[in-house]
Nanobody
Framework: VQLQASGGGLVQAGGSLRLPCATS????????MGWFRQAPGKEREFVAAISWNGGSTYYTDSVKGRFTISRDNAKNTVYLQMNSLKPEDTAVYYC???????????????????WGQGTQVTVSS
């Protein structure tokens, strides 16, 4: 599976961005999808995930109520809608895929997971 995240940029606090992650190479609908982020000097953080059929989602506490993960299996794309952005949301955002599960970060870091290149999100105060 090849993944390509895009949609990052510079936005003011309180603004919104939508990050798409386009995939190719395998059956997208068979994969659980996740978003991670890493800020300078910090560990990678598991942000959100969605099950293969879109029926279940996971969000880390800091983004609940502000971020929404969704998927369009017809377009082989997963999205992260980010609203009410805060400066602490500034990071490189990565999408990942796996077939084992969605609710824990280790599903996306174990063997058999796929990662794309990141996209930079910068939120100014």
């Amino acid at each position: 599976v090849q993944l390509q995240a895009s949609g990052g940029g510079l936005v003011q606090a309180g603004g919104s961005l939508r990050l798409p992650c386009a995939t190719s190479g395998r059956t997208f609908s068979a994969y659980n999808m996740g978003w991670f982020r890493q800020a300078p000097g910090k560990e990678r953080e598991f942000v959100a995930a969605i099950s293969w059929n879109g029926g279940s989602t996971y969000y880390t506490d800091s983004v609940k109520g502000r971020f929404t993960i969704s998927r369009d299996n017809a377009k082989n794309t997963v999205y992260l809608q980010m609203n009410s952005l805060k400066p602490e949301d500034t990071a490189v955002y990565y999408c990942a895929a796996n077939r084992a599960g969605y609710s824990k970060s280790y599903y996306f870091t174990n063997l058999g997971a796929y990662w794309g290149q990141g996209t930079q999100v910068t939120v100014s105060s």
